[in-house]
C-alpha cells in the first residue's frame, strides 16, 4: 500500500489519532496587552457580509478583524527586530510546518510559580529520560496555562507589577536558539516569553533568541495534556501574509496509538 494511502487509513481507522491543539477564535480569545505608550492589537471580530438574506440570499458570510499574534499562532522570524531580515510567515518552508514534536511537562511547577522559568538543566533532566530534542522538530512546553484560556484576567495573570505567566529563562532562550536542534518552541500562553520577561536581561529573550536565529513559535496551544512526551508530529497552518509578521492558524497533531 502507497505511504500516503496507510497514513489515511491509519487515521481514519484511529490508530492514528489527530488531536486538535488550537484555541476557537472569538471576541472572547485572551490577546497580549502591552502598556502605553506601545500600541496593542485588537480582539478578533466578525463583521457580518450577508446571511441568507437580501444581501445575499443563498449564503452566509463575514469579514473578520484580528491580529496576526491572535489565539493560537504562528510567530515568524521578521516578527521581532533581531529578525527583520528573515522569513515573513509567507516565505515559511512548507516542510517546516510538519515536524516531530516532544512535550516537556512542567505543568505541576507552573501551578506551584506561575512566574516559573524553563532552564536548560531542565530540558537536560527530560532528555536523561527521553531522549534528545528532534532534529528539525517543535519542543512543545505544557504549563497547564490552557485551562485559563477561557478569561482574559486569569490567562494574562496580571497585578500592578505586570503579566504573570511561565516562560523561559535568557539562559534557555540563548540555549535553544544557538545548540538545540528543534525549529521552535510551543506554548499554552499567550507568547513564548515569560509574564515577566519585560524586566530580563536582554527584554524578551525566548523571541529575541528564537526568531533572530530564524527559529519558530507556536502559542496559545491547547490540548498539549493529551500528547505524549515523544512520538508526536505537529502540523502548523498559518496563512501565508504576504510580509506577514505572524498568523493565527489550525495546529494539529498526529499521535500512533497501540
Known sequence: ????????????????????????????????????????????????????????PAWYWNDITTGEHTGTHFDAPVHWITGRDREDVSAIPVTSLIA????????????????FLLEPAHIRQWEAEHGPLPDQGWLLYRTGWDARSGSQRDFLNANETGPHTPGVSVECARWLSAEAPVIGIGVETVGTDAGTAHSFDPPFPCHAAMLGAGKYGLTQLQNLAALPPTGAVVVAGPLPIAGGSGSPARVLALVERP
Open 1 to 56: 500500500m502507497p505511504v500516503l494511502d496507510q497514513l489515511v487509513s491509519a487515521i481514519r481507522s484511529a490508530a492514528i489519532e489527530v488531536i486538535d491543539l488550537t484555541a476557537k477564535l472569538d471576541a472572547t480569545t485572551p490577546v497580549i496587552q502591552l502598556p502605553p505608550p506601545f500600541a496593542n492589537t485588537v480582539p478578533f471580530s466578525l463583521h457580518e457580509v450577508s446571511r441568507y438574506d437580501d444581501r445575499g
Open 100 to 115: 516531530p514534536a516532544v512535550v516537556l511537562d512542567f505543568s505541576a511547577e507552573a501551578a506551584a510559580n506561575p512566574d
